[in-house]
């Protein structure tokens, strides 16, 4: 027995030497790459307090962390050398919401403004949102000064362990309160981290990744509150007084990072509550109905019509401003395809058509390109790092069977991801903004894979094979046909 505690602890000893030799190379590497002092201590920070954060889990989770660094750190030097290949800089089309972020943040730490208010004040415009982000910018601008000043590496560099805190808080989320198995939430994580659409968001200077960070984050900090497991000891007592300050300014900076995106944890949160609840709420309800059906039809007409209060009431509120994203973003998404398959997709009416097709097209999006494509392996440039980003929505529509599968079991994964999803689909439907809901469509896929038989997959790969194979000849034909102005 002794010698089988040895060897183990021997074998974990080995894990994490192997590991930190890795991070050591990324670390070094890094500092050849970025060519900018800040990053790499900023780099070696992160890194140290990654390990130290998860030294007590299990050592599997040495693997899955620098496994999720690897792949990050390739993509971010991919989509630089992408962007900088097409445009001559490192920015999303040549300069977008990610070259601003930096100036303005920059220009707010020149004038010693590092609050959300004090930005939004004398940086912003009245028009402007998210100067929470330009506040974290700024700070870390003004910390990278003594170490040779910000570089975009620095923010991109921020986003890689960002995304990883943010999975290792969905890892811990799912074991906390879904009874999934540990193999299936150690490789939801994976399959997360290595899709192309979510490391082609975290590998810009976005604010998506800090937003998500922060929408799991409150969602973790709520179900720990309310269904953690707390003592009386002086250190639980401590741990109580952190988790409810943490809670407070976790809502305060989502607000100022953006506020809409405060429903998220909330419903999260109330789907687990539900979940928790089901069985007792599922035993009342059936035993109403039998013994008093009247009783049980006034309580079932007076949910419905909460219900639909409620979602009138936040179509129509300034705070959430739904219908301004509704009418915003279909026109821009209708100049942006003017005479394509996906003008015809947002020009159709949103209810009821019109959110069957984006819901389709949004589990094909971003919708590859053949004419990029072609582009993409031809020469080297943005286009190429579309190609990797397309070859990511074919392993999301392989998945498709199993998410759907996953989804009837209504519980708060699938009830989150229906919730996320929709929001996304009807108001802004941009890529930037799938980075919130594809955490969850890939915890329903993986799960629905790992408890499928052989023979489901291989009939789910037939009829996906089958579809896929349909659904191209049938793009190729409407692509013609909107060519030809038809469409």
């Known amino acids: 027995m002794k010698k089988a505690v040895m060897k183990l602890a021997m074998n974990d000893q080995q894990t994490f030497k192997i590991v930190v030799t ?10 050849f790459i970025s060519q900018n002092l800040a990053t790499y201590f900023f780099f070696i920070g992160l890194s140290v307090l990654s390990l130290w954060f998860i030294r007590k889990w299990p050592k599997e989770w040495l693997w899955i962390y620098i496994i999720i660094l690897s792949i990050s750190l390739i993509f971010v030097v991919f989509v630089y050398a992408g962007n900088t290949a097409q445009y001559g800089n490192p920015y999303y089309s040549g300069g977008s919401d990610d070259k601003t972020y930096e100036m303005r943040a ?14 939004q004040t004398h940086i912003l415009s009245e028009y402007d949102v998210g100067s929470l982000y330009y506040a974290f910018l700024s700070v870390v601008a003004f910390l990278a000064k003594p170490l040779g000043g910000y570089s975009t590496w620095l923010g991109r560099t921020l986003n890689v362990f960002l995304l990883i805190y943010t999975l290792m808080l969905i890892h811990y989320l799912i074991l906390l309160v879904e009874p999934l198995k540990r193999n299936v939430a150690n490789i939801a994580v994976l399959v997360i981290a290595a899709m192309p659409i979510v490391q082609y968001v975290n590998s810009h200077v976005f604010r998506d990744t800090l937003n998500l960070f922060l929408v799991i984050f409150l969602a973790v900090l709520l179900t720990k509150i309310f269904y953690g497991k707390y003592t009386s000891d002086r250190a639980t007592r401590f741990g109580v007084i952190f988790d409810y300050t943490m809670l407070l300014v976790s809502i305060v900076l989502l607000y100022y990072l953006r506020r809409n995106t405060l429903i998220y944890p909330i419903a999260i949160f109330s789907f687990i509550t539900f979940d928790k609840y089901k069985p007792k709420i599922m035993f009342f309800t059936k035993k109403l109905y039998h013994e008093h059906k009247f009783k049980f039809s006034l309580l079932i007409l007076s949910m419905i019509m909460i219900l639909v209060l409620a979602v009138v009431l936040v179509v129509q509120s300034r705070f959430i401003n739904f219908s301004y994203y509704v ?36 589990f094909v999006s971003p ?21 990797t980003v397309s070859a990511g929505v074919g392993i ?5 069977p199993y998410i759907f599968k996953r989804i009837c079991q209504f519980d708060w994964i699938s009830l989150s991801f229906i919730v996320i999803f929709l929001s996304i689909i009807v108001t802004t439907f941009t890529f930037r903004h799938m980075i919130f809901y594809y955490p969850f469509m890939m915890i329903l896929g993986v799960d629905g894979i790992l408890n499928s038989s052989k023979s489901a997959r291989k009939v789910y790969l037939i009829d996906s094979l089958i579809v896929g194979s349909i659904l191209v000849v049938a793009y190729i034909a409407l692509r013609f046909i909107a060519i030809g102005g038809i469409i």
């Open 367 to 387: 919708f590859p390109s053949l004419y990029g494509s072609m582009i993409g392996i031809r020469s080297f440039g943005v286009e190429t790092v579309m190609l």
């Open 22 to 31: 890795i991070n050591v190379f990324w670390a070094v590497a890094w500092l």
């Open 396 to 400: 999301t529509f392989f998945m498709l």
């Open 327 to 362: 009418d915003f973003y279909t026109k821009y998404k209708q100049t942006q395809a003017v005479g394509g398959l996906s003008y015809f997709v947002f020009d159709t009416p949103l209810l009821p058509m019109g959110v069957i097709l984006r819901s389709l097209y949004a």
């Open 106 to 119: 920059l220009k707010a730490m020149a004038e010693n403004l590092f609050t959300p208010q004090a930005i």
